[in-house]
């Protein structure tokens, strides 16, 4: 049976609903609340929360509002989007582990309104409609809340659920964007041509996302058709500063799956899209309900803002009839001689006959061949091409039944790396040594080496010392520091496309000697002298080792006529036997690893018998 194409649109790094196959965007749904619903269907309500209730782990259904949770729902309008039922339940805070697991259930009457397809932060979700265009629609959301570990910086977190970014890899989630939450938009696919509104209804998509997945576009990418979903961003870290992967799951109805051909629980293979690369996933596959239910524990860290491309196995070829299909992952890098290396995934079906080898074409503005290789393996280098000139290279499979269809993209130039990770600063005696870890990217080129700038202000300005590390090593040690000085470290990243950002610039203080002992006495029985003091207030960044007690000739000046020693846990000495009646000046030093510290002012001292 033929093949119906899916034919949702795709622009260039954004997916954009406004406009799909020519129709333009409705701001509202005709008679549509323009906010919040009616909380309960007293009446004749249209626009209305039917029912809500929620099973503990372990427990019987109840009322949400028997356990102080509360379920609202609202009109989502804007310039950019359609308009869109937001539902939401609040008050998970503080609520016990068999709650927080269990599942929720809610009715609610959207009236004319047709929610088609449902995105969610839920650990699970699932959404029926019932009814028509005379009686009303209903939609029943049913599903688990889950953990998020979100911002609220206002900057930050409107970045993020735009899907511009989520931070840097620094970027630390806040206690009040952390929680459990039960909260998703039902979207009616306004816009979208027939058969994909009958294709994708039905749809839902779970997350713990900070983003929003509000825009499914779908295509036929070489012979496989693909859904694109979205973007999942959070911030890097948790407030306890530990990273943070978005997870996620997607049901796919039954209908889509008879659209691309696809049987239930079919295999998948499915490529996370991120601002740092793309990464080939493995889902967790089931068949539920006529679908297929595709569970993505660990996406990517946060910032990367990671889209999900769909391509199930499909079963519209007959085995060994045709050649193999397109080949998957294809990723080319330019270098700075005028070369490119192409490497690819084999394709997701060979359609009954091995592949025997692959081919890669390069060509200029996508028309004009240029180059090509040929490969038995998964990659193979380019030659011949222009350093800084515009390529796009297809691959395609070959088996003995022929030549498949190409996968094409455009040959990636290189560039500068990425900044390098997490600075920390160890001291020394009049040194600082800046540590790292490498960059999340390094441009498509390896990095040749790393700079460490020092400067004496937060805010930069023109460092007063460099030093230099090799790519092996990711520490280095900026000396000659004045002891004690506040300096501010930054490092950056060198290939040969150029060099990185700098990372934030943090700070130490080279060690010094630590300050006098305080309140330093000597007294004096059975001809010897016996100095106490108490600990200096400052050890100079380095712990003290050991005390130094001199006994002086003189309150000023003069020589050392006896000296005794103690440990950096012990505040007394005691000195050797003295001539009785002679008189002396007592002193005392704190040592550490840079030297002997100031001596507070002398005491007087007379040897007694």
């Known amino acids: 049976m033929p093949r119906r194409p899916l034919t949702f649109a795709v622009t260039s790094g954004v997916l954009a609903l406004a406009v799909l196959n020519g129709v333009p965007a409705l701001a509202t749904v005709d ?36 356990l102080g949770l509360t379920a609202s729902a609202t009109t989502v309008a804007s310039n950019d989007w359609p308009s869109s039922l937001r539902w939401s339940v609040d008050g998970w805070a503080d609520q016990p582990p068999d709650v927080t697991a269990g599942e929720v259930s809610l009715v609610i009457r959207t009236g004319a309104y047709v929610p088609r397809v449902t995105t969610a932060t839920a650990g699970t979700v699932r959404a029926t409609r019932t009814g028509d265009d005379q009686s009303g629609y209903v939609v029943t959301v049913t599903g688990k809340a889950t953990q998020v570990d979100w911002t609220t910086d206002p900057v930050l977190a409107a970045q993020c659920a735009d899907a ?55 295509n036929t990418f070489g012979d496989h058709p ?18 943070v992967r978005t997870s996620a799951s997607v049901w796919l109805p039954p209908a889509y799956l008879a659209a691309v051909q696809a049987g239930a629980g079919a295999a998948a293979q499915v490529t996370a899209i991120s601002a740092i690369g793309n990464d080939l996933l493995t889902p967790e596959l089931s068949a539920e309900d006529g679908g297929t239910l ?77 180059g090509s290789c040929t ?8 030659t011949g091409l222009t350093a800084g000139q515009n390529y796009y290279v297809r691959v395609s499979a070959v088996s003995a039944l022929g030549e498949g269809p190409a996968a094409m993209r455009a040959i990636d130039r290189p560039t500068a790396p990425s900044a390098p990770r997490t600075p920390k600063v160890a001291a020394g005696p009049g040194r600082l040594t800046l540590s790292w870890t490498e960059p999340l990217s390094t441009g498509g080129q390896p990095i040749t080496g ?20 090799p790519t092996t090593r990711l520490t280095c040690t900026v000396g000659g520091l004045t002891a004690g000085a506040r300096i501010y470290l930054s490092v950056r990243a060198t290939n040969m496309a150029g060099s990185s950002a700098e990372t934030a610039r943090v700070y130490g203080n080279g060690w010094t000697v630590a300050s006098a002992p305080r309140l330093p006495k000597a007294t004096s029985a059975r001809s010897r002298v016996t100095v106490s003091w108490t600990a200096p207030a400052a050890t100079g960044g380095t712990p003290v080792t050991g005390y130094r007690a001199d006994l002086w000739t003189a309150l000023r000046g003069g020589g ?43 005491v007087k001292v007379v040897v007694k018998r």
């Open 226 to 243: 693909f859904l694109m979903i979205g973007s999942f961003g959070n911030p890097q870290l948790d407030v306890s500063g530990l990273p």
């Open 450 to 469: 790393y700079t460490v700038r020092a400067y004496r202000l937060a805010t930069g300005g023109t460092a007063f010392s460099t030093c230099l590390a």
């Open 31 to 66: 008679g549509m609340p323009t906010g919040s619903w009616d909380a309960t269907c007293a009446g004749a309500a249209t626009w209305c929360v039917e029912s809500a209730t929620i099973t503990p782990d372990g427990g019987n259904v109840q009322p949400l509002s028997d």
């Open 164 to 218: 511009i970014t989520c931070g840097d890899f620094n970027s630390t989630a806040d206690a009040a964007g952390t929680g459990v939450r039960f909260e998703g938009l039902s979207l009616d696919l306004d816009g979208y041509s027939p058969d994909d509104i009958a294709a994708l209804d039905g749809t839902t998509v779970a997350s713990d996302s900070q983003t929003y997945q509000r825009v499914f576009t779908s």
């Open 375 to 382: 490969s038995a393996t998964l990659s193979c280098n380019l």
């Open 294 to 370: 595709l569970r993505f524990p660990k996406i990517g860290f946060g910032s990367t803002l990671g889209m999900l491309m769909i391509r199930l196995q499909t079963d519209g070829v007959v085995p060994g009839t045709d050649a193999p299909g397109v080949p998957e992952q294809v990723r080319a890098m330019a270098d700075v001689s005028g070369g490119a290396r192409i490497s690819w995934f084999p394709p997701l079906d060979d359609h009954g006959s091995a592949v025997t080898a692959y081919r890669a074409r390069a060509y200029l503005n996508s028309t004009t061949l240029i």
């Open 560 to 602: 050392v006529a006896a000296r005794c020693t103690s440990k950096a846990t012990v505040r007394t000495c005691v000195t050797p036997v003295l001539t009785p009646g002679r008189t002396y000046y007592a002193s005392v030093t704190a040592l550490n690893a840079v030297g002997a510290s100031a001596q507070p002012a002398r």
